[in-house]
Structure formats: C-alpha cells, structure tokens
C-alpha cells in the first residue's frame, strides 16, 4: 500500500536542499536517510533521501542528484510516497493510519447511525473525518478525544459523542431558550 508522506515544500540555500511539509506521525521512520520514495507526478522520482535535518522547526531534506538550488525548486509541490505493509500499525495504540479508519461506520454512544468514513482532511489544528451518511449528504466530525470515544477496528466501527449540533441541525441555545422560560421578565 502507498502512503503520502509529506509535501515538497521550497528550496533552502544554495545546495539542493528542500523543505518539506510532513504527513507522517512517524517521520524517523519514513523519511530518514536511505529512505527510497515514490513521488506524484511519477516523473519527479524515485527520490533517495540523503540527508535530513531539522531549522527553525522545519524538516529539510536532500535528495540524492539534487545539488543545486534549482533542481531543488523544481521538486516544490511533489508528494512523496512510502510503500507500507497494510498490516502494519503505528506504535502508539491510540494512533492509526489513514487506510485503517476509511470506510468505519460512525456511530453515537447510544449507537444510533451517523454514517460511513469515507475521507480524512489533515488540518493543521486537528484531523477531521468526512462522514457520508445514509441520504448522501457529509458531516464533518474532528479527531478530537472529546468528540472521538472508540474505535473498534475489529468491529469496524468509530463512537461518538458529539456536541448538540455536530450531526444534526436541532442544535439549541441554550442562553435563548433560557430566556423564553423565564416568567415575569420585561425588557
């Protein structure tokens, strides 16, 4: 199976190397020096790593045959991909990769049916999954602790305990409502 690894960002100095942005919660293992990468488009690889450091919090990397500032810049925007086994699972129990969680149906708590995963957004702040429920239309749900209690890979299936609002459009206010119920107040 391929994986996106990261996202060749803009060269750095003078001798080939790059940026990257990361789309690895392990990139030790993916993008270390040795490391042989399928690129998109097809055309700009395999690419070698032969370095990789991190400045002011960035991962840069150099690739091997890329010496100079302007090989580097013509690699800006290609994605590197990783072949990883499909049975193979993160470390870190609480994590999963991305191919383990598509196509899990959502439920709540109580069990009542949200849907099916069918894409997961990488944002900055936080994961988010793309749900498809029963009559077509999406729900977004964040990757959050809070919002995210289980997930069951045998069971095939992602709980939930959402907030009032999240899936539904019965979400209340609950200033407003208080208000109507307050006897005796004049404005």
Not at 114 to 130: A, N
């Amino acid at each position: 199976m391929q994986l996106v690894v990261a996202r060749v960002g803009r060269a750095h100095g003078i001798k080939g190397e790059v940026t990257v942005e990361v789309r690895t919660d392990e990139p030790e293992l993916r993008l270390g020096p040795g490391a042989v990468l399928a690129t998109d488009p097809a055309s700009a690889g395999p690419l070698t790593i032969e370095t990789g450091r991190v400045h002011s919090g960035r991962l840069l990397l150099r690739f091997e045959g890329v010496r100079d500032r302007n090989a580097a810049e013509a690699l800006r925007n290609t994605l590197l991909i990783a072949d990883v086994d499909p049975e193979q699972t993160p470390e870190d129990p609480d994590e999963y990769y991305d191919h383990q969680l598509m196509d899990l149906d959502v439920v709540t708590a109580d069990g009542t049916e949200v849907g099916r995963i069918t894409e997961i957004s990488h944002l900055p702040s936080q994961d988010l999954f793309i749900v498809e429920r029963s009559d077509g239309t999406e729900v977004l749900i964040p990757f959050v602790e809070e919002i995210v209690t289980g997930i069951d890979l045998t069971e095939q299936r992602v709980v939930i305990d959402p907030p009032p609002g999240l899936i539904d459009d019965r979400a209340e206010v609950a200033s407003a409502r208080d208000a109507e119920d307050t006897p005796g107040t004049d404005a």
